[in-house]
């Protein structure tokens, strides 16, 4: 017995020897991770406020009915501060006088319009290039990749001279000054990056999905559509979002080729406020303007939020 006694107290302290040793390595482990954790938390912290300092400047500004021409302070909440500049914006004409929402119609048109045929074309184009093999894909593929080269105004002339040509039935007037005009341009500038984008997403998928999809008698249609299209919802997200927002922020396009007051977007009429002089800028109202140009982008982020991850989860090969 006594024998045994000796055993299990050798053993019992050989095990509280072995966890004090391995509380002792680990405390230094445990502090260089806290260290860690706080300094990349400072880091993230400091990119955080440099993002958002313009953001919060402008607010600052859409708040002050000052129209302070050169701030020198940031002060959250201006002295005086209203709503009067957000006022002003939503119900007066803008100094080419035309009202926001006719503006507001304009982007939206072109901007849904845009995203969806961008989703459309470029979804059967991207699934298209990854799993068929035909002449030209290869050649197909260099020219989109060519494409995202070039600067978009490189392509300014040659859209202009080509919508310029189309003429609408019936009236004297080209396809370039009109919304649809400005439709087409954008839906060429998009879709290079959204068939790479969506490519790239359809080839990390089995091709095994489809086939046992077609074993059981589905068809090619059918496997995409009840297959590939449910597990590409991230990437789809993306690509509306990008397509939407292709058309709502875009300028250069827009205000090379509308001509009609009645037709111009918002980013046109945010660039028509500006005057020959600084002083001349009505800084509230520009910056609450800016606020309102922004907010549609924000709603149709967090409505297709959830389908980044949602659409990771839909179907899945088990074993």
């Known amino acids: 017995m006594a024998l045994e006694r000796n055993v299990v107290g050798q053993t019992v302290a050989a095990e509280r020897g072995a966890l004090a040793e391995r509380t002792e390595y680990q405390r230094p482990r445990q502090v260089g991770s806290l260290v860690e954790n706080v300094l990349a938390h400072l880091a993230l912290l400091l990119i955080l406020f440099v993002v958002l300092f313009p953001v919060l400047w402008i607010i600052s500004m859409a708040l002050d009915p000052r129209n302070i021409e050169r701030p020198t302070s940031l002060t959250l909440i201006p002295p005086g501060a209203s709503l009067a500049a957000f006022n002003r914006i939503l119900t007066e004409p803008l100094p080419n006088n035309v009202s926001f929402w006719t503006m507001f119609r304009n982007s939206l048109i072109v901007s849904l319009g845009t ?76 879709l290079p990056f959204a068939i790479w984008n969506l490519k790239g997403y359809i080839d990390t998928i089995p091709t095994d999905l489809e086939q046992a999809a077609m074993v059981d008698g589905a068809g090619p249609n059918r496997a995409f559509i009840d297959v590939i299209l449910p597990l590409i919802l991230p990437a789809l997200a993306v690509t509306l979002l990008l397509g939407f927002m292709a058309g709502w922020t875009e300028f250069v396009l827009a205000w090379t080729f509308i001509t009609d007051p009645s037709r111009i977007t918002l980013t046109m009429g945010l660039y028509s406020m500006q005057g020959e002089y600084a002083s001349q800028v009505p800084w509230s109202e520009f910056a609450a303007m800016s606020i309102l140009i922004t907010l549609p982008v924000v709603v149709v982020f967090f409505l297709l939020q959830r389908w980044f991850v949602a659409g990771l989860s839909v179907g899945s090969v088990k074993g």
């Open 115 to 190: 995203s969806a045929a961008v989703l459309v074309v470029a979804v059967t184009a991207a699934y298209s290039f990854a799993r068929f093999r035909f002449p030209g894909r290869k050649w197909g593929l260099f020219a989109f990749i060519a494409v995202q080269m070039l600067p978009g105004v490189a392509t300014l002339t040659s859209l202009f001279v080509l919508l310029n040509s189309i003429k609408i039935p019936g009236t004297n007037e080209s396809v370039r000054t009109t919304l649809l005009g400005l439709g087409i341009a954008y839906v060429s500038g998009a």
